[in-house]
Structures are given as structure tokens and as C-alpha cells.
């Protein structure tokens, strides 16, 4: 039997912080509570020293959330949150990673995270959601929460009551399972041809696959999409500076949208593996292409008959450029089973 602590202070008890002293902060003007659950967290999968690690081992963030449900065509607001827990990027820090793919593909852009909790709920987080991204921290197990009070309606939104996954990012927050107990770490199981240094590189149109199921050919892009500019320092893990340069293309999450609906099970369990002609490939979750809340987007680029063409990845949420995939080939649609 599993050696799992709770957490046991109940969520009647409020931790009350600054009662006496307003400051400006909006976000800590209401009661903390505690919230219940397993504070031992099993970390397995493709990892050389798998084992469990204690929540309360590691130091406290905080993230601000407006949650919010599907319901038919419409999104259904929950309410307004400051959670307070432990992060993901802390939590897996120190679990050294030990890829399935490894002699074929090294890099580690193509691995993703199962989190599962005791009624066998799963939900999906990409790699490079957890440690690529500009804003770090943003992906909690939450274990202390504070509604975020409007100053004139005094609304109290339903008050949490177990441990959760949080996703600051998403709009939609199917992600936010209640009281994870395990995190699996994953490599894309796909396989593609790898030809390092191909030059010239030129892949003329990309497939988009619906798990084996050819769905969509992107030859060009539409006129009808709105383009967006990303002024950005293109900056990347292994080599540093690259440009300065804006990139401008159309949000990739419009191309697909016809042919991948927000459902609760593409929220929670939908990832995209993108590959190049040479076999490069990196996995992002449905959620953090097609659910975002943060106005930073994946945009598709048409840079034309070019070395490294046509059509190249622009990730605004990420800090380095590693998943700015050049010569786009195959996007493929799957999800946890």
C-alpha cells in the first residue's frame, strides 16, 4: 500500500494574512485556506531514479487563475482564484531524464508529463510547457487557496476544497485535476527519419494527421486569417542569440480549428507532435496550442523557398527557440489513453 500523507489541516481553518494592515494587493484581501489531499508525489517513466518526492520539501508560488468549464459551445466562469503551491519546474528538477528515443532523437522537446490522481483522472503537460516558457512557475500542485473577491458585488465564488493541478495558462481549465498523485514522464512514441544537417531543408506543404487519419494539407496559408507580429529576441538554449528580428505569420490554433474542437478530453488529453523533413519534432499540448488565455500564440510562418522553408514555428510562450521548427512537415494529433 502506497505511503501517501494528506495534508490535514481542513479547509474550514482560514490562514488569514494582512487582516489587520490593507496593502494594495487585490489579490490577498480575502481568507487562505488549506486545501486536503496527497502531499507524496510519485515522479516514473522514462527517468533514471524514479521514486516519490514530499510537497512540503519545497518552497511556495503563487499563481492568480479565473477558471472556467466547457459547456456545450459556451465557456461556464467558476470563479476567481489565488493559488498558492508547489511548482512543477521544482518538483521534477532533480529527476534526471532517461529517454526511451534517446540514440535516435536526444533532444528533450518531444517529452511530455502525464499527471494522474487515485480515481485514475489524467491530464497532459508538454515539456517544454513546464521548462522552456518566459513566465516560470506557472504550473502547480496548489495546496492553499484565496478566492479573488470583486470590491463591489462581494462575489464568493465556490471555495476549493482539495489539492489541484493548476495551469495559469489555460482558458478553459479542464487541466486542473483535483489531488494528483503521480507524474509520468513521456517521449513522443513516434518515430521519423533523422537526417542531422540536411541542407538545403524545404518542405513544400505539411500533413496534419488526426491520430492515423490524414485530415488537412497546408500548402498555403489563407488570406483570410489575420496576421500578428511577435517582436522578439530569438534566443536559443544550445547557441544563444540568433535575431532580433519580428516574425510575423497566422495563428496555428485557426489552420486546425475546423478539425479539432475544444472538447474536455482535447483539453486535458490532446498533444501535437510537429515534424520537420528532417526529423526534428517537439510535442506541444492541445491546450497550450488551442487554449490559451495568455494572448501569446504559436504562429505559423510561410517564409517562401528558402533553406529551412516553407513553413517554420514561432512559439511566443517559450523563452528559447528550440521549438521554432523549421521546414514544418507532418503535424499529428494524439491523446492519452
Avoid at 88 to 114: G, M, Q, T, W
Amino acid at each position: 500500500m502506497k505511503n501517501i500523507a494528506f495534508i490535514i489541516l481542513a479547509v474550514v481553518m482560514p490562514v488569514f494574512l494582512h487582516a489587520q494592515s490593507p496593502t494594495n494587493d487585490f489579490y490577498d484581501d480575502a481568507p487562505t485556506y488549506f486545501l486536503s489531499g496527497p502531499t507524496m508525489i510519485e515522479v516514473a517513466g522514462e527517468i533514471e531514479n524514479p521514486g516519490f518526492v514530499n510537497l512540503l520539501d519545497f518552497p511556495m508560488h503563487s499563481v492568480i487563475v479565473k477558471e472556467a468549464e466547457l459547456t456545450g459551445t459556451n465557456n461556464k466562469f467558476i470563479g476567481a482564484y489565488r493559488y498558492d503551491g508547489i511548482s512543477l519546474y521544482d518538483i521534477l528538477d532533480y529527476f534526471i531524464l532517461n529517454k526511451d528515443n534517446k540514440d535516435e532523437f536526444a533532444p528533450i522537446i518531444d517529452l511530455y508529463v502525464e499527471i494522474e490522481n487515485e480515481a485514475g483522472e489524467k491530464t497532459i503537460l508538454s515539456w517544454g510547457e513546464l521548462y522552456y516558457p518566459v513566465h516560470r512557475d506557472e504550473i502547480l500542485i496548489a495546496t492553499q487557496v484565496a478566492r479573488i473577491v470583486p470590491s463591489k458585488t462581494k462575489d464568493l465564488w465556490p471555495m476549493p476544497q482539495k489539492t489541484k493541478l493548476v495551469v495559469a495558462s489555460d482558458l478553459i481549465t479542464e487541466r486542473n485535476i483535483v489531488n494528483p498523485s503521480k507524474i509520468t514522464i513521456r517521449s513522443a512514441d513516434m518515430t521519423f527519419d533523422v537526417e542531422k544537417g540536411m541542407s538545403p531543408m524545404f518542405a513544400p506543404e505539411i500533413t496534419v494527421y488526426d491520430n492515423e487519419k490524414q485530415v488537412q494539407e497546408i500548402s498555403e496559408l489563407p488570406e483570410d486569417l489575420c496576421n500578428i507580429t511577435y517582436e522578439t529576441t530569438f534566443y536559443g538554449r544550445g547557441r544563444g542569440i540568433h535575431s532580433t528580428t519580428p516574425f510575423t505569420g497566422v495563428m496555428i490554433k485557426d489552420m486546425l480549428a475546423d478539425d479539432f474542437k475544444l472538447t474536455p478530453e482535447s483539453i486535458s488529453k490532446g498533444y501535437f507532435v510537429v515534424a520537420a523533413e528532417d526529423g526534428y519534432r517537439a510535442v506541444f499540448t492541445f491546450s497550450e496550442m488551442m487554449n490559451r488565455n495568455d494572448q501569446s500564440e504559436l504562429l505559423l510562418i510561410d517564409e517562401g523557398d528558402t533553406d529551412g522553408g516553407k513553413f517554420r514555428l514561432f512559439p511566443a510562450f517559450d523563452f528559447f527557440s528550440d521549438r521554432a521548427i523549421k521546414s514544418v512537415k507532418g503535424v499529428y494529433y494524439k491523446e492519452l489513453e
